[in-house]
DNA sequence: AAGCCGATCAACCGCAATGTT
DNA sequence: CAACATTGCGGTTGATCGGCT
């Protein structure tokens, strides 16, 4: 059997406070006092469950609540408090005077989570997470670089291997000017078996029609580059979505070591000649 | 003007921790 | 110490609103 109810579901009122309900908890716990949740509604005059009041009470009609948009200040307070104590929202309200952990939580969710995505910081663990930005300026950038065999491959220690894979696998489509090497024609003439896609190639085989046919330019100018593991195949259990997940593991770690420097959270590691700016937007 | 869609946020749900008997 | 009650917390839902087509 299931749990029992919190309180009895049967004439309690459900959905958004009316002005004269909120009236009378106000009215109630001023005379009162908060506490003694259970009994309070029935005390009030409320068709409400306990739990429903002290929500709405510690939510919004508490005096002391600061209502209105996070001002900058704030919201660094709660990025800096959430790279130690994660999704403590209660814990980093009690930092942040007159904020409630659920107005906390609804504005980390959708303003600061995403601003942090889209910075290319990883919302969980607060380190840097080029895999988050945008792959198309990233990629225009790489491959209009002139030593684009050492700069490939400095990026392919920073980025996750099976997103670069699929970003050069997508980039065809999307540049219109795209640079080859020399070699390249030759190489795309030689194209590379799928079962044998993943090793360093140079025999010429059969061209297939399938998904690892569609790999070969990035191949062929990783030949360029030098080991072919710069780039590894697709893992099996790559995933998209994975990409955009905000796993529940605790930052806590990282963030011990966040907070002891925190001009590091947005350090990141680019190689001295990399222009940082062409990735924003 | 109407419908669609994404963003926002108040409110709810269920579980865990804590307190009380 | 077990059982039950209460409170706190974090995740999720759903109503509402505004922008876009």
């Known amino acids: 059997m299931g749990r029992s109810p919190c309180c009895d579901k049967n004439g309690v009122k459900k959905g958004p406070w009316t002005a004269e309900e909120d009236q009378k908890l106000i009215d109630y716990i001023r005379f009162h006092g908060p506490g003694n949740w259970r009994i309070l509604p029935k005390n009030a005059g409320l068709q409400r469950c306990g739990k429903s ?26 990025i800096q408090l959430h790279s130690v104590m994660g999704n403590k929202w209660s814990a980093i309200a009690a930092r942040l ?13 959708t303003h600061i989570r995403k601003r942090l995505v889209r910075s290319g910081i990883d919302p969980v663990t607060h380190s840097p997470r080029l895999d988050l930005l945008d792959l198309s ?3 225009s950038v790489l ?21 670069l894979r699929l970003a050069f696998l997508l980039f065809p489509l999307q540049n ?16 590379i078996t799928s079962s044998e896609s993943s090793q360093p190639q ?20 990783l030949d360029d580059v030098g080991p072919v593991d710069v780039l590894p195949p697709l893992s099996e259990s790559f995933d998209l979505d994975s990409l955009m ?5 605790s930052p806590q770690q990282k963030s011990i070591e966040a907070e002891a420097n925190p001009s590091s959270f947005f350090d990141f590691g680019f190689p001295d000649d990399f222009i940082l700016d062409d990735f924003m937007f």
Not at 100 to 109: G, L, M, S, Y
Not at 143 to 152: D, E, G, I, K, R
Not at 245 to 249: E, H, I
Request: proline share 11%; glycine share 2%.
């Open 143 to 163: 491959l209009s670089q002139p030593n684009f065999s050492s700069v490939a491959t400095q990026a392919s220690s920073l980025l996750n291997p099976d997103v």
């Open 137 to 139: 300026s990233l990629l």
């Open 97 to 109: 005077p007159g904020r409630t952990d659920n107005e906390i939580k609804n504005h980390w969710n």
């Open 245 to 249: 997940s905000t796993p529940m593991s």
């Open 53 to 78: 009041c002290r929500l709405r009470w510690t939510n919004y009609l508490r005096p002391d609540i600061k209502r209105g948009r996070f001002s900058f200040e704030e919201e660094e307070t709660i």
């Open 176 to 191: 219109p000017n795209p640079i080859y090497s020399p070699n390249l024609d030759q190489n795309l003439q030689t194209p």
């Open 202 to 221: 140079t025999e010429s085989t059969t061209p297939t029609n399938n998904e690892t046919s569609s790999l070969e330019p990035m191949n062929a100018r």
